[in-house]
Protein backbone atom coordinates (compact mmCIF):
# COMPACT_ATOMS: atom_id res chain seq x y z
CA UNK A 1 0.00 0.00 0.00
CA UNK A 2 1.79 3.15 -0.91
CA UNK A 3 2.63 5.52 2.07
CA UNK A 4 -0.04 8.95 1.94
CA UNK A 5 1.55 11.74 2.63
CA UNK A 6 0.91 13.92 5.62
CA UNK A 7 -2.41 16.50 5.49
CA UNK A 8 -0.09 19.63 5.68
CA UNK A 9 2.02 18.52 2.89
CA UNK A 10 -1.31 17.50 0.73
CA UNK A 11 -2.28 21.17 1.79
CA UNK A 12 0.95 22.65 0.36
CA UNK A 13 0.87 20.86 -2.72
CA UNK A 14 -3.35 21.79 -3.10
CA UNK A 15 -2.56 25.14 -2.75
CA UNK A 16 0.82 25.01 -5.14
CA UNK A 17 -2.05 23.05 -7.65
CA UNK A 18 -4.86 26.09 -6.89
CA UNK A 19 -2.28 29.31 -7.89
CA UNK A 20 -1.00 27.54 -10.68
CA UNK A 21 -4.77 27.21 -12.15
CA UNK A 22 -5.15 30.75 -11.26
CA UNK A 23 -2.44 31.70 -13.02
CA UNK A 24 -3.65 30.21 -16.08
CA UNK A 25 -7.18 31.69 -14.80
CA UNK A 26 -5.79 35.08 -15.27
CA UNK A 27 -3.68 34.78 -18.24
CA UNK A 28 -6.13 33.11 -20.51
CA UNK A 29 -9.91 33.39 -19.12
CA UNK A 30 -10.13 36.68 -16.85
CA UNK A 31 -9.26 38.76 -19.85
CA UNK A 32 -12.42 38.14 -21.66
CA UNK A 33 -14.35 38.71 -18.02
CA UNK A 34 -12.94 42.24 -17.59
CA UNK A 35 -13.61 42.97 -21.39
CA UNK A 36 -16.95 44.33 -20.34
CA UNK A 37 -19.43 44.73 -17.57
CA UNK A 38 -21.72 42.57 -15.51
CA UNK A 39 -24.12 42.78 -12.60
CA UNK A 40 -25.48 41.04 -10.39
CA UNK A 41 -28.94 41.78 -9.04
CA UNK A 42 -31.12 39.64 -6.20
CA UNK A 43 -32.60 36.51 -7.56
CA UNK A 44 -32.66 38.38 -11.35
CA UNK A 45 -31.02 37.74 -14.63
CA UNK A 46 -27.71 39.89 -14.41
CA UNK A 47 -27.28 42.83 -16.42
CA UNK A 48 -24.48 43.19 -19.26
CA UNK A 49 -23.82 46.44 -20.69
CA UNK A 50 -20.91 48.81 -21.45
CA UNK A 51 -22.41 52.52 -20.15
CA UNK A 52 -20.99 56.00 -19.13
CA UNK A 53 -19.48 54.97 -15.95
CA UNK A 54 -20.50 57.04 -12.92
CA UNK A 55 -17.52 59.34 -11.00
CA UNK A 56 -16.33 57.07 -8.47
CA UNK A 57 -14.17 59.30 -5.88
CA UNK A 58 -11.68 56.40 -3.67
CA UNK A 59 -11.43 57.09 0.22
CA UNK A 60 -7.90 55.17 1.33
CA UNK A 61 -7.80 54.32 5.15
CA UNK A 62 -4.65 55.81 6.70
CA UNK A 63 -2.31 53.30 7.89
CA UNK A 64 0.96 51.65 6.15
CA UNK A 65 0.59 50.59 2.29
CA UNK A 66 -1.68 53.62 1.76
CA UNK A 67 1.19 55.11 -1.21
CA UNK A 68 1.10 51.96 -2.83
CA UNK A 69 -2.89 51.71 -2.82
CA UNK A 70 -2.65 55.76 -4.20
CA UNK A 71 -0.06 54.49 -6.64
CA UNK A 72 -2.58 52.02 -7.96
CA UNK A 73 -4.91 54.75 -8.57
CA UNK A 74 -2.65 56.42 -11.50
CA UNK A 75 -2.99 53.05 -13.02
CA UNK A 76 -6.83 53.50 -13.51
CA UNK A 77 -8.12 53.54 -17.21
CA UNK A 78 -10.93 56.10 -15.61
CA UNK A 79 -9.45 58.32 -13.29
CA UNK A 80 -11.06 58.71 -9.71
CA UNK A 81 -12.98 61.97 -9.27
CA UNK A 82 -11.55 62.81 -6.04
CA UNK A 83 -8.93 60.82 -3.58
CA UNK A 84 -10.45 60.76 0.05
CA UNK A 85 -8.28 60.41 3.41
CA UNK A 86 -8.58 61.35 6.97
CA UNK A 87 -12.03 60.00 8.68
CA UNK A 88 -14.44 58.06 6.32
CA UNK A 89 -17.81 60.10 8.14
CA UNK A 90 -16.24 63.41 7.36
CA UNK A 91 -14.80 62.21 4.11
CA UNK A 92 -17.87 60.74 3.03
CA UNK A 93 -19.89 64.28 4.00
CA UNK A 94 -17.38 66.30 2.29
CA UNK A 95 -17.56 64.55 -1.29
CA UNK A 96 -19.53 65.32 -4.22
CA UNK A 97 -19.06 62.32 -5.80
CA UNK A 98 -22.07 60.82 -6.16
CA UNK A 99 -20.14 57.07 -5.43
CA UNK A 100 -17.16 55.97 -3.16
CA UNK A 101 -14.93 53.08 -3.55
CA UNK A 102 -13.94 52.50 0.47
CA UNK A 103 -10.20 51.32 0.00
CA UNK A 104 -7.75 49.52 2.89
CA UNK A 105 -4.41 50.96 3.25
CA UNK A 106 -2.43 48.72 1.27
CA UNK A 107 -4.89 47.40 -1.37
CA UNK A 108 -3.99 48.10 -5.16
CA UNK A 109 -6.72 47.88 -7.57
CA UNK A 110 -6.89 46.25 -10.94
CA UNK A 111 -6.65 49.17 -14.03
CA UNK A 112 -10.02 48.99 -15.34
CA UNK A 113 -11.55 49.09 -11.51
CA UNK A 114 -13.15 52.27 -11.46
CA UNK A 115 -14.37 52.15 -15.04
CA UNK A 116 -16.13 48.66 -14.50
CA UNK A 117 -17.86 49.95 -10.80
CA UNK A 118 -18.50 52.79 -12.06
CA UNK A 119 -20.62 51.26 -14.81
CA UNK A 120 -22.11 49.11 -12.41
CA UNK A 121 -23.35 51.78 -10.86
CA UNK A 122 -24.79 53.19 -14.30
CA UNK A 123 -25.96 49.55 -14.67
CA UNK A 124 -27.69 49.34 -10.94
CA UNK A 125 -29.17 52.61 -10.50
CA UNK A 126 -31.29 52.11 -7.63
CA UNK A 127 -28.20 50.75 -5.67
CA UNK A 128 -26.63 51.59 -2.42
CA UNK A 129 -24.10 49.49 -2.69
CA UNK A 130 -21.86 47.60 -5.41
CA UNK A 131 -19.37 45.43 -4.64
CA UNK A 132 -16.79 43.36 -6.34
CA UNK A 133 -14.54 40.33 -5.99
CA UNK A 134 -10.81 40.29 -4.56
CA UNK A 135 -7.82 37.99 -4.20
CA UNK A 136 -4.44 38.41 -2.26
CA UNK A 137 -1.60 40.67 -4.16
CA UNK A 138 0.44 39.33 -6.35
CA UNK A 139 -2.83 37.01 -8.11
CA UNK A 140 -3.13 34.83 -5.17
CA UNK A 141 -6.14 33.06 -3.89
CA UNK A 142 -9.18 34.70 -5.73
CA UNK A 143 -12.10 35.32 -3.53
CA UNK A 144 -15.56 35.19 -5.23
CA UNK A 145 -19.04 35.80 -4.23
CA UNK A 146 -22.19 35.13 -5.48
CA UNK A 147 -24.49 37.94 -6.50
CA UNK A 148 -26.71 39.71 -3.91
CA UNK A 149 -27.69 37.18 -1.51
CA UNK A 150 -29.69 38.71 1.74
CA UNK A 151 -29.36 35.00 3.81
CA UNK A 152 -25.85 34.18 2.98
CA UNK A 153 -25.10 38.33 3.35
CA UNK A 154 -26.03 38.21 6.90
CA UNK A 155 -24.10 34.80 7.77
CA UNK A 156 -21.34 36.96 6.68
CA UNK A 157 -20.74 36.73 3.13
CA UNK A 158 -20.18 40.67 2.86
CA UNK A 159 -17.65 40.40 5.85
CA UNK A 160 -14.16 41.93 3.95
CA UNK A 161 -15.98 42.74 0.77
CA UNK A 162 -14.68 45.81 -1.18
CA UNK A 163 -17.63 48.35 -0.72
CA UNK A 164 -18.41 50.93 -3.01
CA UNK A 165 -20.81 53.22 -1.79
CA UNK A 166 -23.28 56.23 -2.34
CA UNK A 167 -21.93 58.64 0.17
CA UNK A 168 -24.99 59.86 2.24
CA UNK A 169 -26.36 56.69 2.34
CA UNK A 170 -23.17 55.48 3.68
CA UNK A 171 -23.39 57.83 6.51
CA UNK A 172 -26.96 56.88 7.58
CA UNK A 173 -25.90 53.22 7.73
CA UNK A 174 -22.45 53.54 9.00
CA UNK A 175 -20.98 55.14 9.86
CA UNK A 176 -17.60 52.98 9.89
CA UNK A 177 -16.55 51.44 6.96
CA UNK A 178 -17.30 47.19 6.83
CA UNK A 179 -19.75 44.61 7.11
CA UNK A 180 -22.71 46.37 9.52
CA UNK A 181 -22.62 49.40 6.66
CA UNK A 182 -22.56 46.74 4.12
CA UNK A 183 -25.59 44.56 5.51
CA UNK A 184 -27.53 47.93 6.17
CA UNK A 185 -26.93 49.12 2.60
CA UNK A 186 -27.27 45.99 0.70
CA UNK A 187 -31.09 46.34 2.92
CA UNK A 188 -32.89 42.55 4.25
CA UNK A 189 -34.19 41.86 0.62
CA UNK A 190 -30.87 42.71 -1.13
CA UNK A 191 -32.64 45.51 -2.88
CA UNK A 192 -29.51 47.56 -2.19
CA UNK A 193 -27.36 45.50 -3.42
CA UNK A 194 -25.40 45.53 -6.76
CA UNK A 195 -22.39 42.26 -8.03
CA UNK A 196 -19.87 43.36 -10.24
CA UNK A 197 -18.24 40.03 -10.55
CA UNK A 198 -14.91 40.76 -11.09
CA UNK A 199 -11.57 40.59 -9.11
CA UNK A 200 -11.17 44.13 -9.00
CA UNK A 201 -9.06 44.31 -6.05
CA UNK A 202 -5.89 43.33 -4.57
CA UNK A 203 -4.98 43.02 -1.40
CA UNK A 204 -2.51 42.25 1.60
CA UNK A 205 -4.65 40.14 3.60
CA UNK A 206 -8.36 38.51 2.94
CA UNK A 207 -9.10 38.67 6.75
CA UNK A 208 -12.67 38.81 7.42
CA UNK A 209 -13.43 39.40 11.22
CA UNK A 210 -16.81 38.56 12.72
CA UNK A 211 -19.27 41.72 13.20
CA UNK A 212 -21.70 42.38 15.90
CA UNK A 213 -24.78 42.02 13.83
CA UNK A 214 -27.55 41.90 16.47
CA UNK A 215 -28.79 45.65 16.09
CA UNK A 216 -29.53 44.74 12.57
CA UNK A 217 -31.04 41.09 12.98
CA UNK A 218 -34.68 40.92 12.40
CA UNK A 219 -37.19 40.81 15.35
CA UNK A 220 -36.33 37.62 17.24
CA UNK A 221 -33.60 36.30 15.43
CA UNK A 222 -30.26 35.64 16.79
CA UNK A 223 -26.75 34.88 15.70
CA UNK A 224 -24.78 31.95 16.83
CA UNK A 225 -20.56 31.87 15.79
CA UNK A 226 -19.87 29.74 13.35
CA UNK A 227 -16.14 28.80 11.71
CA UNK A 228 -14.38 31.55 10.69
CA UNK A 229 -16.18 34.67 10.35
CA UNK A 230 -19.34 32.76 9.74
CA UNK A 231 -22.37 32.77 11.60
CA UNK A 232 -25.37 30.92 11.81
CA UNK A 233 -28.67 33.19 12.38
CA UNK A 234 -31.44 31.08 14.17
CA UNK A 235 -35.25 32.08 13.78
CA UNK A 236 -36.93 30.36 16.90
CA UNK A 237 -40.33 28.82 15.74
CA UNK A 238 -43.74 31.14 17.84
CA UNK A 239 -45.34 27.63 17.42
CA UNK A 240 -44.58 23.82 15.78
CA UNK A 241 -46.32 23.99 12.31
CA UNK A 242 -47.35 20.59 11.63
CA UNK A 243 -45.00 18.79 9.33
CA UNK A 244 -45.38 15.99 6.65
CA UNK A 245 -43.29 14.22 4.63
CA UNK A 246 -44.03 12.87 1.76
CA UNK A 247 -41.92 9.92 0.77
CA UNK A 248 -42.74 8.43 -3.27
CA UNK A 249 -41.12 4.81 -3.10
CA UNK A 250 -41.61 1.75 -4.99
CA UNK A 251 -40.38 -2.02 -4.49
CA UNK A 252 -37.22 -0.66 -1.90
CA UNK A 253 -38.13 -2.20 1.61
CA UNK A 254 -34.76 -1.76 2.76
CA UNK A 255 -34.53 2.10 1.28
CA UNK A 256 -38.02 2.62 2.79
CA UNK A 257 -37.58 0.88 6.23
CA UNK A 258 -33.82 3.08 6.75
CA UNK A 259 -36.00 6.28 5.33
CA UNK A 260 -38.94 5.57 7.16
CA UNK A 261 -37.21 4.36 10.67
CA UNK A 262 -35.22 7.57 10.75
CA UNK A 263 -37.75 10.02 9.98
CA UNK A 264 -39.67 8.80 12.63
CA UNK A 265 -37.16 7.77 15.16
CA UNK A 266 -34.54 9.75 15.51
CA UNK A 267 -36.67 13.28 14.22
CA UNK A 268 -37.09 15.63 17.41
CA UNK A 269 -40.65 17.26 16.27
CA UNK A 270 -43.55 16.28 17.54
CA UNK A 271 -45.79 17.53 14.84
CA UNK A 272 -44.79 15.46 12.57
CA UNK A 273 -46.02 13.18 9.84
CA UNK A 274 -44.80 11.19 7.07
CA UNK A 275 -46.82 9.98 4.24
CA UNK A 276 -46.01 6.94 2.00
CA UNK A 277 -46.51 7.19 -1.90
CA UNK A 278 -46.36 3.46 -2.85
CA UNK A 279 -46.05 3.96 -6.88
CA UNK A 280 -47.36 0.35 -7.54
CA UNK A 281 -45.03 -1.74 -5.34
CA UNK A 282 -45.08 -5.72 -6.03
CA UNK A 283 -42.32 -6.65 -3.58
CA UNK A 284 -44.20 -8.57 -0.67
CA UNK A 285 -41.71 -7.18 1.95
CA UNK A 286 -43.01 -3.47 0.90
CA UNK A 287 -46.59 -4.48 1.50
CA UNK A 288 -45.38 -5.97 5.20
CA UNK A 289 -43.97 -2.72 5.59
CA UNK A 290 -46.22 -0.73 4.44
CA UNK A 291 -48.94 -2.38 6.96
CA UNK A 292 -46.21 -2.03 9.95
CA UNK A 293 -45.59 1.71 9.06
CA UNK A 294 -49.60 2.32 8.54
CA UNK A 295 -50.18 1.39 12.22
CA UNK A 296 -48.32 4.25 13.41
CA UNK A 297 -50.39 6.89 14.22
CA UNK A 298 -48.11 9.53 12.52
CA UNK A 299 -48.14 7.69 9.33
CA UNK A 300 -50.55 7.41 6.05
CA UNK A 301 -50.26 5.48 3.24
CA UNK A 302 -51.22 6.74 -0.30
CA UNK A 303 -50.94 3.85 -3.41
CA UNK A 304 -50.98 5.67 -6.91
CA UNK A 305 -50.17 2.98 -9.10
CA UNK A 306 -49.68 4.92 -12.23
CA UNK A 307 -46.26 5.29 -14.27
CA UNK A 308 -43.62 6.75 -12.87
CA UNK A 309 -44.50 10.77 -12.40
CA UNK A 310 -42.47 11.98 -9.53
CA UNK A 311 -44.45 15.73 -9.27
CA UNK A 312 -47.61 13.95 -10.06
CA UNK A 313 -47.17 11.59 -6.81
CA UNK A 314 -45.75 14.39 -4.53
CA UNK A 315 -48.84 16.74 -6.60
CA UNK A 316 -51.26 14.28 -4.85
CA UNK A 317 -49.73 14.15 -1.44
CA UNK A 318 -49.87 17.41 -1.01
CA UNK A 319 -53.29 18.18 -2.42
CA UNK A 320 -54.80 15.67 0.22
CA UNK A 321 -52.02 16.64 3.30
CA UNK A 322 -53.51 18.74 6.29
CA UNK A 323 -49.45 19.96 7.13
CA UNK A 324 -48.62 23.69 7.58
CA UNK A 325 -44.99 22.24 5.42
CA UNK A 326 -44.37 19.51 3.33
CA UNK A 327 -40.72 18.23 2.88
CA UNK A 328 -39.95 16.43 -0.05
CA UNK A 329 -38.00 13.41 0.90
CA UNK A 330 -35.58 10.35 -1.34
CA UNK A 331 -36.72 7.15 0.02
CA UNK A 332 -32.87 6.62 -0.73
CA UNK A 333 -32.01 9.52 2.51
CA UNK A 334 -31.01 8.77 5.65
CA UNK A 335 -31.73 11.14 8.18
CA UNK A 336 -28.45 12.30 10.77
CA UNK A 337 -29.43 14.92 12.93
CA UNK A 338 -32.31 15.23 15.21
CA UNK A 339 -32.83 18.49 14.70
CA UNK A 340 -33.38 18.94 11.26
CA UNK A 341 -36.72 19.54 10.49
CA UNK A 342 -36.39 22.48 13.81
CA UNK A 343 -33.61 23.81 11.58
CA UNK A 344 -35.64 23.82 7.87
CA UNK A 345 -39.26 24.40 9.09
CA UNK A 346 -37.56 27.74 10.73
CA UNK A 347 -36.80 29.01 7.82
CA UNK A 348 -39.48 27.60 5.13
CA UNK A 349 -42.17 29.92 7.24
CA UNK A 350 -40.45 32.74 6.54
CA UNK A 351 -42.77 35.05 4.10
CA UNK A 352 -39.77 35.69 1.97
CA UNK A 353 -38.53 31.93 1.99
CA UNK A 354 -40.03 29.50 -0.76
CA UNK A 355 -37.90 25.90 -0.96
CA UNK A 356 -35.49 25.17 1.67
CA UNK A 357 -32.77 22.23 1.43
CA UNK A 358 -30.25 21.55 4.39
CA UNK A 359 -26.68 19.70 2.94
CA UNK A 360 -26.99 16.52 1.57
CA UNK A 361 -24.05 13.97 1.69
CA UNK A 362 -22.88 10.64 -0.06
CA UNK A 363 -22.35 7.22 2.38
CA UNK A 364 -18.82 8.44 2.34
CA UNK A 365 -19.12 12.25 3.35
CA UNK A 366 -18.96 14.28 0.14
CA UNK A 367 -21.61 16.68 -0.84
CA UNK A 368 -24.45 15.21 -2.73
CA UNK A 369 -26.59 18.46 -2.96
CA UNK A 370 -25.62 22.31 -1.90
CA UNK A 371 -28.15 24.13 -3.62
CA UNK A 372 -28.68 24.06 -7.92
CA UNK A 373 -27.09 26.75 -10.30
CA UNK A 374 -28.71 27.15 -13.74
CA UNK A 375 -25.76 26.76 -16.29
CA UNK A 376 -23.62 23.34 -15.08
CA UNK A 377 -23.68 21.07 -17.71
CA UNK A 378 -25.43 23.35 -20.25
CA UNK A 379 -28.52 22.97 -18.07
CA UNK A 380 -28.08 22.52 -14.41
CA UNK A 381 -26.15 20.90 -11.66
CA UNK A 382 -25.43 21.14 -7.98
CA UNK A 383 -22.19 23.54 -7.18
CA UNK A 384 -19.87 21.73 -4.65
CA UNK A 385 -20.82 18.36 -5.53
CA UNK A 386 -17.91 15.55 -5.15
CA UNK A 387 -15.93 17.44 -2.65
CA UNK A 388 -15.30 17.40 0.79
CA UNK A 389 -18.14 20.10 2.93
CA UNK A 390 -14.71 21.53 4.23
CA UNK A 391 -13.18 21.68 1.32
CA UNK A 392 -12.14 25.30 0.20
CA UNK A 393 -13.10 26.69 -3.62
CA UNK A 394 -13.18 30.18 -5.01
CA UNK A 395 -16.53 30.31 -3.70
CA UNK A 396 -15.91 29.19 -0.13
CA UNK A 397 -17.11 25.49 0.96
CA UNK A 398 -19.84 23.83 1.10
CA UNK A 399 -20.42 24.19 4.70
CA UNK A 400 -19.60 27.44 5.35
CA UNK A 401 -23.06 29.08 5.84
CA UNK A 402 -26.39 29.50 4.53
CA UNK A 403 -26.61 30.01 0.38
CA UNK A 404 -29.33 31.43 -1.18
CA UNK A 405 -30.06 29.64 -4.74
CA UNK A 406 -32.62 30.01 -7.54
CA UNK A 407 -33.45 26.33 -6.64
CA UNK A 408 -32.51 23.27 -4.41
CA UNK A 409 -32.85 19.69 -4.86
CA UNK A 410 -36.14 17.72 -4.22
CA UNK A 411 -34.39 14.55 -3.15
CA UNK A 412 -34.92 16.59 0.43
CA UNK A 413 -37.15 19.96 0.43
CA UNK A 414 -39.06 21.53 2.36
CA UNK A 415 -41.57 24.36 1.67
CA UNK A 416 -44.91 25.77 3.38
CA UNK A 417 -47.57 24.05 1.73
CA UNK A 418 -50.08 27.00 1.12
CA UNK A 419 -46.82 28.22 -1.30
CA UNK A 420 -46.39 24.85 -3.15
CA UNK A 421 -49.75 24.76 -3.73
CA UNK A 422 -50.20 28.50 -5.19
CA UNK A 423 -47.01 27.97 -7.41
CA UNK A 424 -49.40 25.49 -8.86
CA UNK A 425 -46.95 22.16 -7.18
CA UNK A 426 -44.69 20.61 -9.30
CA UNK A 427 -44.73 20.78 -13.05
CA UNK A 428 -46.29 16.67 -13.95
CA UNK A 429 -44.36 17.37 -17.92
CA UNK A 430 -40.85 17.16 -15.97
CA UNK A 431 -41.58 13.54 -15.05
CA UNK A 432 -38.44 12.81 -13.70
CA UNK A 433 -35.72 15.61 -13.32
CA UNK A 434 -35.67 19.19 -13.50
CA UNK A 435 -38.98 19.53 -11.40
CA UNK A 436 -37.29 20.74 -8.74
CA UNK A 437 -35.18 23.30 -10.49
CA UNK A 438 -38.45 24.64 -12.01
CA UNK A 439 -40.67 25.28 -9.62
CA UNK A 440 -37.77 26.81 -7.67
CA UNK A 441 -37.66 29.69 -10.60
CA UNK A 442 -41.50 29.58 -10.20
CA UNK A 443 -41.35 30.19 -6.50
CA UNK A 444 -38.55 33.01 -6.80
CA UNK A 445 -40.94 34.59 -9.66
CA UNK A 446 -43.46 34.72 -6.81
CA UNK A 447 -40.90 36.51 -4.42
CA UNK A 448 -39.93 33.21 -2.35
CA UNK A 449 -36.62 32.82 -2.68
CA UNK A 450 -34.48 29.33 -2.18
CA UNK A 451 -32.25 28.92 0.36
CA UNK A 452 -29.46 25.62 1.39
CA UNK A 453 -28.77 25.51 4.90
CA UNK A 454 -25.62 23.54 5.90
CA UNK A 455 -26.11 23.38 9.49
CA UNK A 456 -29.02 20.66 8.69
CA UNK A 457 -27.31 17.22 7.12
CA UNK A 458 -28.81 14.22 5.52
CA UNK A 459 -27.52 11.20 3.86
CA UNK A 460 -28.48 10.43 0.27
CA UNK A 461 -27.77 7.25 -1.54
CA UNK A 462 -28.37 9.19 -4.80
CA UNK A 463 -29.64 6.97 -7.66
CA UNK A 464 -30.38 3.62 -5.58
CA UNK A 465 -34.00 3.89 -5.98
CA UNK A 466 -34.27 4.47 -9.43
CA UNK A 467 -30.47 5.17 -11.05
CA UNK A 468 -29.73 8.20 -12.76
CA UNK A 469 -32.39 8.19 -15.60
CA UNK A 470 -34.19 10.44 -17.39
CA UNK A 471 -37.62 10.72 -18.70
CA UNK A 472 -38.49 11.37 -22.34
CA UNK A 473 -38.21 14.88 -22.85
CA UNK A 474 -37.54 16.32 -19.39
CA UNK A 475 -34.14 17.63 -20.58
CA UNK A 476 -35.83 19.61 -23.40
CA UNK A 477 -38.79 20.72 -21.42
CA UNK A 478 -35.95 21.12 -18.68
CA UNK A 479 -34.13 23.79 -21.18
CA UNK A 480 -37.12 25.80 -22.15
CA UNK A 481 -38.05 26.24 -18.47
CA UNK A 482 -34.34 27.74 -17.67
CA UNK A 483 -34.32 29.51 -21.29
CA UNK A 484 -33.20 33.20 -19.49
CA UNK A 485 -31.28 32.02 -16.76
CA UNK A 486 -29.19 30.15 -19.06
CA UNK A 487 -29.26 32.85 -22.02
CA UNK A 488 -28.11 35.48 -19.01
CA UNK A 489 -26.25 33.22 -16.37
CA UNK A 490 -27.10 32.15 -12.47
CA UNK A 491 -27.05 35.25 -10.49
CA UNK A 492 -26.00 33.54 -7.35
CA UNK A 493 -23.37 31.13 -8.91
CA UNK A 494 -20.24 32.98 -10.67
CA UNK A 495 -19.44 33.69 -14.45
CA UNK A 496 -15.23 32.98 -13.39
CA UNK A 497 -16.43 29.15 -11.97
CA UNK A 498 -16.45 26.08 -14.64
CA UNK A 499 -20.04 24.96 -15.74
CA UNK A 500 -17.87 21.77 -16.85
CA UNK A 501 -17.92 20.59 -13.48
CA UNK A 502 -18.96 21.10 -9.91
CA UNK A 503 -16.00 21.27 -8.56
CA UNK A 504 -16.58 25.39 -7.93
CA UNK A 505 -12.69 25.50 -10.15
CA UNK A 506 -11.96 28.53 -11.78
CA UNK A 507 -12.77 28.02 -15.59
CA UNK A 508 -9.62 26.61 -17.57
CA UNK A 509 -7.97 28.32 -20.43
CA UNK A 510 -10.43 26.44 -22.99
CA UNK A 511 -13.26 27.60 -21.26
CA UNK A 512 -12.96 31.35 -22.21
CA UNK A 513 -16.32 33.52 -21.47
Known amino acids: MPVRAPEPLRAARRRLRARRGYAAFVDAVEPGLLAHTRVHRFAAPPVTGDPAPEPVAVWVAPGE ?109 GPEPGEVMALRLAGPDGAGHAHVPLVLVHRAALEAPRADVRAIL ?9 AGHWRRIRRPLAAEPRVEVVVPTRDHAALLERCARTVLGATAWERLGLCVVDNGSSDPAVAALLAR ?15 FNFPALVNGAAVTSAADVIVLLNDDTEVLDAGWIETLAEEAVRPEVGAVAPLLLYPDGRVQQAGAAIGLWGTAGHPFAGLDPWRPTPFGAAEDATRNWL ?70 RSRECYAPWLAAGDPFYHPALTLRATSCALRGPDERP
Not at 77 to 86: I, K, N, Q, S, W
Not at 145 to 158: F, Q, S, V
Not at 409 to 435: I, T
Open 218 to 226: PPGARAEPA
Open 407 to 476: AVSAACLAVERHKLLAAGGLDEALAVAGNDVDLGLRLTAAGHRSLCIPHARLLHHEGASRGQSFAPGDLE
Open 65 to 173: GAADTRASLARQTVAPAAVLAGDAAAALAATRAPWVLLLRAGDTLAPVALERLGQGAALAPDAALVTCDEDLAGRRAPRLRPGPAPDHALAGGLAGAPLCVRPAAALAA
Open 293 to 307: LARDARVRVIRDPRP
